[in-house]
């Protein structure tokens, strides 16, 4: 395996700012290479040791990647979500999609073991992330706060940090006065330069479009005869108490009509439940001869899809790229850190509410060779998928202000 000149020049500089500073963080754009570039700079640097942090979903393409890289050190791959159970000194550690460590005001349990594993281990550090700051600017303390040369040492917290970089505000919520951070100042990334090293895919020689395509599928009477219920009522009531379905919040309503316009929702008791067939059918029938990749939002859409496609659908990444078979990811944890080249096309069983969600997710087929590729978003006619769809192509959330701004026209 050769490396892009680009990266050749990546590792080269990341290999200077970590001997000077025992850290760095490549900020690359999807696709462009940030794994590959990460082993070319721990093989530069001469270690023994490498313990890779990363999404579940992105543990075998990052081995496999390894494998036929076959460098001089050992590597171990974890997920953040079992980080602890790891064993073993490493020389250096990888956290790709740091932009995860950056909750504020207070750290992260995984940011907290991280850092309790540099302190410890002192190892190099390389940070990775396509979207560094995807909501504040606030995000980027706590994702270097286990790097004792962190520009931001000197804060020992994040209140004390947000006195200087960060415009505080206030909000009410339930009458209580609650200070916001999120508007941290451009001096945080001004503050990060001399570690970041960023490259985007225009620079890389990406020319891939992204084309969109919105479908709408008229979903059974049931479907919107439970909306209306929902809307009017905030309640379904089933056969026993707790097969009630309850929208007693303004947030639980949301989410609920969110649900059953794609035909699932989740009962009082937590049982998920399949309520309407139509948009798995639809996506079959629509797509039956392509090998797709299909993003749901909600567990109990899986069950949905299977119901439909039985066999010929998975949720593993390596059986789908070496079968025919199609493969179903929910978008949380599919958005990031994977590839899915092999499928002709993304099609969108649902929509998430995240703005970050819908730009990381949709560029999962993306290669450097690729000219162009086709996303179908499948909506409800009628539906609340529409609405989010516009709101966060705009980079904004979809909110409860949005939902209560909606909900009367749905």
Not at 351 to 359: G, K, R, V
């Amino acid at each position: 395996m050769k490396f892009r000149d680009y990266q050749i020049e990546i590792i080269d500089k990341s290999h200077t700012v970590l001997e000077a500073h025992r850290f760095v963080y490549l900020s690359m754009e999807v696709r462009t290479g940030k794994t590959l570039t990460a082993m070319g700079v721990a093989n530069k640097l001469g270690i023994k040791n490498l313990l890779f942090v990363t999404k579940k979903k992105a543990i075998s393409s990052i081995s496999a990647d390894y494998k036929k890289l076959n460098p001089n050190y050992d590597l171990t791959v974890i997920n953040y979500e079992s980080l602890h159970k790891v064993e073993g000194v490493f020389d250096l550690m990888v956290l790709d999609e740091a932009h995860t460590l950056g909750a504020y005001p207070k750290p992260s349990k995984r940011t907290k073991l991280i850092k309790q594993m540099v302190s410890k281990q002192k190892p190099y550090v390389i940070l990775m992330s396509g979207t560094p700051t995807p909501e504040s600017f606030s995000q980027m303390y706590h994702q270097v706060y286990a790097c004792p040369s962190s520009p931001f040492k000197h804060h020992v917290s994040f209140y004390k940090f947000a006195k200087e970089y960060v415009n505080v505000t206030q909000r009410v919520i339930k009458s209580f006065p609650l200070n916001n951070y999120d508007d941290g100042k451009q001096s945080i990334l001004d503050e990060m330069k001399p570690y970041m090293i960023s490259y985007t895919q225009k620079e890389a020689g990406f020319k891939s479009q992204i084309k969109e395509h919105v479908l709408k599928v008229k979903m059974s009477d049931l479907t919107y005869r439970f909306v209306k219920e929902m809307r009017e009522h905030s309640v379904i009531e089933g056969k026993k108490t707790d097969d009630a379905i309850l929208g007693d919040t303004g947030v639980k309503k949301m989410s609920k009509i969110h649900q059953l316009f794609s035909g699932t929702v989740k009962l009082e008791s937590g049982k998920g439940m399949v309520t309407d067939l139509s948009k798995a059918k639809f996506i079959h029938t629509e797509f039956k001869n392509q090998k797709i990749g299909i993003f749901y939002k909600f567990k109990a859409e899986y069950g949905a899809l299977k119901q439909v496609y039985g066999d010929g659908l998975t949720d593993d990444l390596d059986e789908f790229n070496t079968t025919n078979k199609n493969i179903a990811l929910q978008i949380v944890s599919g958005r990031e850190g994977i590839s899915l080249k092999k499928a002709d096309c993304l099609v969108y069983y649902n929509i998430d509410f995240s703005a970050l969600s819908y730009w990381q997710s949709r560029d999962r087929m993306t290669t450097k060779d690729s000219k162009s590729s086709d996303v179908y978003w499948v909506f409800a006619e009628k539906g609340i998928e529409t609405r989010i769809y516009k709101t966060v192509t705009k980079k904004k959330d979809y909110t409860l202000r949005h939902f209560k701004k909606d909900l009367l026209s749905l």
